[in-house]
């Protein structure tokens, strides 16, 4: 047996970890990994031998990713409505597709990184996320220390220009978020609107296949509003909200009657107050949860 066999246990929730932090999608995180395992399985049999497993996973994961992030912006550029991340959900059992739990891997802040270009965000991601230094980074993305500096100068400048307001978890956290799931389920406007911060944005993806808000919405009164109709439609429809934690942040899972998942929605707390809401109801995105239920048609059924 290889070595790389032997270490692929080992080296595949790095490689994931990477992929996922610089494509904000699940699935393209795993066909990046499986790919980079291909190539490394590949150059081990002609010869070639990384003396830092490690090292050498990262950079082709990372490499692979950059152009894939590529391609997928042209995609993105032509997405209809707002682009979120695919969800990432602690009760995954798969350890080779476990995170770190950080600022880093939650929904608000994986939109954020959309704004950087692919080198940028792969440069910031090994800088800050994964301790590498600026001559170890130069030798990843192929470019020179000079080069990696000003990538890194400009993708802070653009991180700290929309950086989320962000608390570590706590049992404050997971008390607020009991007392939401409460208020969304009882569809209590006053309620949710006291847990609101004052300038709260609400955000969707519905990717063009169900019915979403196209743009973010604004304000304690207005998105609390929203929510609250959220909830009574769904409590109408018979639909089941179970707490989960998204991304590492608190969230729900929404799911039909029947089981069948049907959106994730995840919250971002800050000074004691949800700052940030981000509802995933795009099927597409949902799959590798498990099966995804028919949004549209329930609600037809009104």
Known sequence: MTDLAVSHDDLRPLMFSVAYRMLGSVSEAEDVVQEAFLRMYRAGESGTRADNPEAYATTVTT??????????????????GEWLPEPLLAVDDDPARRVEETETISTAFLVVLETLSPLERAVFLLREVFGYGYAEIAAVVERSEASCRQLMTRARKHIDERRPRFEPSGDRHDELAKTFLAALRDGDVGALERLLAADVVFHGDGGGKTAAVRKPLTGAL????????????????????????????????????????????SLTIADGHVVGVHN???????????????????????
């Open 63 to 80: 490499r692979l990713a950059i152009d894939a992030l590529r391609s997928a912006r042209h995609r993105r550029e032509r997405y209809v």
């Open 222 to 265: 207005q998105v609390a509003r929203f929510l609250a109709n959220l909830g009574r439609t769904g409590a109408e429809l018979g639909v089941v909200l179970t707490p989960a934690t998204v991304n590492g942040q608190p969230g729900t899972l929404v799911t039909a009657p029947d089981g069948d998942l049907l959106g994730v929605l």
């Open 280 to 302: 995933q109801i795009n099927p597409d995105k949902l799959h590798h949860l498990g099966p995804v239920g028919d949004l549209n048609a329930l609600l037809n059924q009104r």
